[in-house]
């Protein structure tokens, strides 16, 4: 228990943190210590009604927890556990826009980007609600005449292709909406999405658009991120060389989505066409403020605001339903149960639906960027592991490459099942056959296959142990309705919520990434480096001097 945490770290905390010497910390170690080795098989045969108790029904999502390592007594324990770290009142102060972002002064707001007109949530004693409405209608109006064909192209012809040009949280998040809500979206629009630095990212991205009906959205919160501002200066060039090198063509072909009106107008976009948002906004947290603009586009205005009612209804949850009845704090406790008390490194999140394909990849940096950390609000160390490792891809596709680890590999991978009772694209057999591949895995990691299980079969002795499956593999099974902008709101505030739960016991700052820095100054140093007629002293560790000098040998 807790003793993976700090593997990283050279110098061990020399006393145990508030959390690990808490009483109901210590009291799930206890917990823990009697359940360990408790199968779910026999969970299940001791309480017959386990399968419909441990479940909860709110806001559109029938969750399944039932094929956890846990019983009624450690959800009790880890709602205790919950209390004792204040969480309610830490919702309370995210939601009313205290500054939780203690690092960066910040307050973090992302609920109020879909809280409804007539509401009011106060920043620094200003009302925000009014500006982030105005900010939609603008979007609204631009997105109708863009959809319309009002909006025309410098040469006169309409828009065709939507290019979102960002990274992280600004490229991140509106992929995934796009691939998610495809179904809901104006097929007569082409939509790309260019992230990478890698000029390949670019060249297939525009191969074959025609830059007379394409429309570049700039998605950058602080207009500064070197690979964003290298793709956009590119796509500049390459917009105004296809428009035989007229200047004047930008503005009807570039808008921004930013918080740094300074950097929009000095890179040549008109700041009319910037889309506002506000440092408030972290940029994981960011999908459905003004950086959704490219989702808006391909699935109207009407879509989303629908999607912000999804999200709005999953916020309303979180914020008053009892913790041990909500779904946010049920299951980011239980990962917190998998991370600290049985050492689990990582959770796969499976969506059994197609247009979900893109959402393991938006959930990495969510989760991850969000608390992969190991200093405390306080500025001490962990005694404990943070930042559950998040990943996954969609059913039945996982089924067939990584599964096999899941069900006999030597690690405890808890998994969320994702999963709609209806397909948006309703053909033949193939729904029963999805689903009935979800139920089937969550089943056989929950239940497994005995050894006599398996001998029943006729196996040979020899080929028993290979085909056993120990079982006792926990598992969520999410099931709701069917895919649509609602949806997608509600399932992203979801998983936004979980971080916030973990961060808060975990006591660490869920909304900065100080991380994430240290890397791009050191790359700004390399660059001039890797000229071969720069003459400067390479001056770095001897793996990274020859790795220099071999780059500059190849160019
Ligand atoms: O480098 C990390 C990061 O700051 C993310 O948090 C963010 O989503 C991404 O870069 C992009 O930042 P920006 O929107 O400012 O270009």
């Known amino acids: 228990m807790g003793k993976r945490a700090n593997r990283m770290h050279e110098k061990e905390p020399s006393m145990t943190s508030p959390l690990t010497s808490s009483p109901p910390w210590k009291s799930l170690a206890q917990h823990y210590d009697a359940i360990k080795n408790v199968h779910l098989r026999e969970m299940f045969a001791d309480d017959p009604a386990r399968g419909e108790a441990m479940t909860l029904d709110a806001v559109g999502l029938y969750l399944d927890y039932s094929k956890n390592r846990a019983t009624a007594e450690t959800m009790g324990l880890l709602v205790d556990l919950a209390k004792s770290a204040n969480l309610s009142d830490r919702i309370e102060a995210m939601f009313t826009g205290e500054k939780i972002n203690l690092t960066e002064g910040r307050s973090v707001l992302h609920t109020a980007l879909r809280t409804p007109k007539g509401k009011s949530v106060l920043v620094d004693g200003v009302d925000v609600i009014p500006e982030v409405h105005a900010v939609l209608d603008k979007m609204s109006a631009f997105c109708d005449r863009v959809r319309s064909g009002q909006w025309k192209g410098h040469t006169g012809k309409r828009i065709r292709n939507i290019v979102n040009v960002g990274i992280g949280g600004s490229d991140l998040g509106p992929v995934m909406a796009y691939e998610s809500l495809r179904h809901f979206s104006d097929r007569q629009l082409t939509f790309r999405f260019i992230s990478n630095v890698d000029a390949t990212d670019f060249a297939e991205a525009t191969v074959d658009l025609d830059p007379s009906e394409t429309l570049f959205i700039v998605a950058s919160k602080t207009f500064t991120t070197i690979e964003t501002m290298t793709n956009a200066a590119t796509a500049r060039q390459w917009l105004v060389d296809g428009l035989g090198g007229d200047q004047t063509a930008i503005p009807k072909h570039f808008v921004a989505l930013s918080t740094n009106a300074e950097k929009v107008a000095e890179f040549g976009i008109d700041t009319d066409n910037m889309f506002e948002f506000w440092d ?269 000098r071999r780059y500059r040998s190849m160019r």
């Open 280 to 548: 408030w906004v972290g940029g994981r947290y960011s999908m459905e403020s003004a950086i959704g603009l490219s989702t808006m586009l391909a699935i109207g205005p009407q879509g989303f605001r629908e999607m912000l009612d999804g999200f709005h209804e999953m916020d309303q949850h979180f914020r008053n339903a009892p913790l041990d009845q909500n779904l946010p704090v049920l299951m980011g406790m239980l990962s917190i149960w998998y991370s600290n008390f049985f050492g689990c490194e990582t959770t796969a999140v499976l969506p059994y639906e197609q247009y979900l394909k893109r959402f393991p990849a938006y959930l990495q940096q969510l989760t991850m960027e969000s608390n992969g950390k190991y200093v405390t609000t306080d500025g001490g160390q962990v005694d404990y592991a943070t930042g559950m490792i998040y990943w996954g891809e969609p059913g039945t596709n996982g089924q067939h490459s990584f599964y096999q680890l899941i069900h006999q590999g030597t690690r405890l991978i808890p998994c969320d099942f994702i999963a709609f009772g209806k397909s948006l694209n309703p053909i033949g057999d193939h729904q029963d056959i999805l689903i009935a591949n979800v139920l089937a895995q969550s089943e056989a990691l929950a239940f497994g296959k005995t050894a006599d299980e398996v001998k029943a079969e006729g196996t040979q002795d020899w080929l028993v142990p290979h085909r056993v499956f120990q079982g006792n593999r926990p598992s969520n099974t999410i099931l709701a309705d069917q895919m649509s902008p609602t949806m997608l709101g509600k399932l992203v505030a979801l998983y936004e919520h979980i971080v916030f739960v973990q961060s808060v016991v975990w006591n660490i700052d869920a909304f900065d990434q100080w991380g994430v820095e240290l890397g791009k100054v050191l790359a700004k140093n390399i660059i001039p480096e890797l000229d071969p007629k720069s003459a400067s002293e390479l001056d770095h560790d001897s793996s990274t001097n020859a790795l220099i």
